[in-house]
């Protein structure tokens, strides 16, 4: 199923995608439990590959205070994109609200040392 990202950023020839989608069905709001997954792509348009080596996130939780991510790749990957592929995950967050937000960043190296 093709998902229209929420949001979207390009920074030197890496496109990374985004769309959060709130999961009822997995979520208890009387219990203060809100689910949230998140689909993220992330499109190699440079010329030279890239792989991804590190991520940190940093969920903004206002009813539970803020968490910060950081770990090597994602889910257990650190995928190799050559340029012009793809790369998909999705995960999920848990707040404890029905509002927030999320921002972070990836680390790509490149063969050339950049």
């Not at 009387?30 to 499109?43: N, R, S």
Request: charged share 20%; hydrophobic share 30%.
């Amino acid at each position: 199923m093709e998902r229209t990202p929420l949001f979207q950023r390009e920074t030197h020839g890496i496109r990374v995608s985004v769309q959060p989608v709130y999961l009822p069905a997995d979520s208890r709001p009387e219990q203060a439990h809100f689910v949230y997954a998140y689909f993220v792509k992330i499109e190699n348009r440079g010329s030279q590959p890239a792989q991804l080596v590190r991520r940190f996130w940093h969920i903004h939780d206002p009813e539970g205070g803020d968490t910060e991510i950081e770990g090597e790749g994602v889910v257990g990957e650190q995928p190799l994109l050559a340029p012009g592929t793809v790369h998909e995950y999705n995960s999920y967050c848990v707040l404890n609200g029905p509002l927030g937000h999320m921002e972070g960043r990836y680390h790509f190296s490149r063969p050339d040392g950049s």
